[in-house]
T-cell receptor, first 116, second 111 residues
Framework: EPEVTQTPSHQVTQMGQEVILRCVPI?????FYWYRQILGQKVEFLVS????????KSEIFDDQFSVERPDGSNFTLKIRSTKLEDSAMYFC??????????????FGEGSRLTVL | EDQVTQSPEALRLQEGESSSLNCSYT??????LFWYRQDPGKGPEFLFT???AGEEKEKERLKATLTKKESFLHITAPKPEDSATYLC????????????FGQGTILTVHP
């Protein structure tokens, strides 16, 4: 069964360092998303991406965050200068069409980011 | 403010003991109500989407229902492998692609 894959599964970084989290969405999917979940808290929306541009971003997604689809298969989330409060599990998700019409939004296993 | 609340926070059942999880929502225009299962350290796994009050969907031992203010996830004769956190989320369309999640119900099924 097709799946969304994310790397790394766990990254430890020092405060102020840049990190890039990578995602390979399901191959025929066109809509891409990043969500995050701080330990013990709700899953939160960060950004949606379609047709090589950001469709929507949350208030969490400030200037320190960026997303990119550098080639036909990868979708990346970059945090330019990490803060302690960026420690969380980051989930990539993808959908073939607008998921609110078809009901299907598929999540990856997540990348756990620990900022020291 | 649009929000979603799940109850109970945690539920412990014996194998075979049926029960229901609740998801109460306040949203100005519901475009879809979603149920996901999340195992520890894993990503949410899609279960159901409901679109209008009165709608029901079933999958194995799970059945999801929707009213104008709540959704229920009914678990019939659960097994230990049903143990997980069950997440409810809605899509309102006010932010493109944004699902708003509840905090989840942690279900533990004992053999």
């Amino acid at each position: 069964e097709p799946e969304v894959t994310q790397t790394p599964s766990h990254q430890v970084t020092q405060m102020g360092q840049e990190v890039i989290l990578r995602c390979v969405p399901i191959s025929n999917h066109l809509y891409f998303y990043w969500y995050r979940q701080i330990l013990g808290q709700k899953v939160e929306f960060l950004v949606s991406f379609y047709n090589n541009e950001i469709s929507e971003k949350s208030e969490i997604f400030d200037d320190q965050f960026s997303v990119e689809r550098p080639d036909g298969s990868n979708f990346t989330l970059k945090i330019r200068s990490t803060k302690l409060e960026d420690s969380a599990m980051y989930f990539c998700a993808s959908s073939e069409v607008t998921f609110w019409d078809t009901g299907e939004l598929f999540f990856g296993e997540g990348s756990r980011l620990t900022v020291l | 403010e649009d929000q979603v609340t799940q109850s109970p926070e945690a539920l412990r059942l014996q194998e075979g003991e049926s029960s229901s999880l609740n998801c109460s929502y306040t949203v100005s225009g519901l475009r879809g109500l979603f149920w996901y299962r999340q195992d520890p350290g894993k990503g949410p796994e899609f279960l159901f989407t409901l679109y209008s009050a009165g709608e029901e969907k079933e999958k194995e031992r799970l059945k999801a229902t929707l009213t104008k203010k709540e959704s229920f996830l009914h678990i019939t004769a659960p097994k230990p492998e049903d143990s997980a956190t069950y997440l409810c989320a809605f899509y309102s369309g006010t932010s493109y692609g944004k699902l708003t999640f509840g905090q989840g119900t942690i279900l533990t099924v004992h053999p």
